[in-house]
């Protein structure tokens, strides 16, 4: 039973120990890069499997290029790269995509896209098939004052040499944005831009808006434009009624000191009649002096008052009757 016991033992050490050689010496992966034309040694293999790279990865994207016709790819880049972080067939397929499509794209351009954390491969998709980029509306307003609503289509390829360290697709729609809203600005009247809107892409084109991007600008294509509000009538109007409330609240000032000049006016009535009041109140104590001293008579005091009482009855007669009103006369035939 112990000798059984110690077979099995053996047996399933020996089981794990060959799976543990197969498993750090990736015989047939060997083979199979050695059948296709890729030159690896065994030893690259296990010292790959030691530091944690996958040699399935490493090996099969070297068949890959080689199959492509990229010579001098060396599995010590491919290595290095994937312990950066990098995506090892996805740059090897862009590097077969850029072959194929005629695109210089070099092996260290192409890591360092893919580190800077671009799709490499779309980029190059990208670059064979453009893309087309919708804006947002729009919105200027000519010098006639009548405010457009544009819609743009801009068709942009990656830039493969400004994808490290190039804007992206928010600052292209950007400068897009402001090139429209400077040709409508610039332009005399809504109606020209209305008759020829591939104005406004060849002004937007020209303005070189793809300078420092990771795009490069085909074409620009004005999809729609609509017309919105009157934008200089709007500040007319507004304009205006500033002016009118201004106007309203001058007149409302010099409504308010005529009010106050009427009311000092009023008061200064009052104190000259004060005064002719206080005047004429001297007159009898003047009159009584005079009796007093010799100088006024009671002869000439009669002839005054004869005089006084004429001047009162010339008055009256002169003056004409007050109208009666309902209420008076009412109280008239009541007291009947």
Known sequence: MESIGMNVIIIVGAIIGLWLLMYLIPVKLWFIAQITGVRISLLQLILMRLRNVPPPRIVNSMIEAHKAGLEGMKADDLEAHYLAGGHVEAVVHALVSAEKANIDLPFKMATAIDLAGRDVLEAVRMSVNPKVIDTPPVTAVAKDGIQLISKARVTVRANIKQLVGGAGEDTVLAR?????????????????????????????????????????????????????????????????????????????????????????NKALAQEMQAKVIEAEAQIPKAMADAFLQGNLGIMDYYRMKNIEADTNMRDSIATPPKPTTNTESRKGKDKK
């Open 176 to 264: 897009v944005g402001e090139g429209i809203v400077s040709s409508i600005g610039s332009s005399g009247s809504h109606k020209a831009v209305l008759e020829n809107p591939d104005s406004i892409s060849r002004v937007v084109l020209e303005k070189g808006l793809d300078a420092g991007t990771a795009f490069e600008i085909l074409s620009i294509d004005i999809a729609d434009i609509d017309i919105g509000k009157n934008i200089g009538a709007v500040l007319q109007m507004d304009q205006a009624e500033a002016d009118k409330n201004i106007a309203q609240a001058k007149a409302e000032e010099r409504r308010a000191m005529a009010v106050a000049l009427e009311q000092e």
